[in-house]
């Protein structure tokens, strides 16, 4: 399955953006959808995840209540909704599908990876 990434660009502090994950086959409602992140200098770090129907979802806390995920099975097609945003979120930030059962967590639980798709945040 080949992921595609986009949305991101430069924003300033306290902006929106929309991030959008587009899957190249049908069979992407088998999968669990993450988002992960990656900084400068920095590890990859987890975002949140949505389960196959979308109706559960988990976040990390750093971003917990300001960022959305959500997912359009018929479209093939996950979203990340960035809301309030804060310079220490800029990071390149990549969609992700495990077959994994639950809402896995850590990257090595995820077995396609999108390109990523770089989001700046400005003070």
């Known amino acids: 399955v080949q992921l595609q990434a986009s949305g991101g660009g430069l924003v300033e502090a306290g902006g929106s953006l929309r991030l959008s994950c587009a899957a190249s086959r049908p069979t992407f409602s088998v999968y669990v959808m993450g988002w992960f992140r990656q900084a400068p200098g920095m590890e990859r770090e987890f975002v949140g995840a949505?389960?196959?129907?979308?109706?559960?979802?988990s976040y990390a806390d750093s971003i917990k209540g300001r960022f959305t995920i959500s997912r359009d099975n018929a479209k093939n097609t996950g979203f990340l909704q960035l809301n309030s945003l804060k310079p220490e979120d800029t990071a390149v930030y990549y969609c992700t599908l495990s077959s994994r059962r639950g809402l896995p967590t850590t990257s090595y639980e995820y077995d396609y990876w999108g390109q990523g798709t770089e989001v700046t945040v400005s003070s």
């Open positions: 949505v389960s196959r129907s979308g109706g559960s979802t």
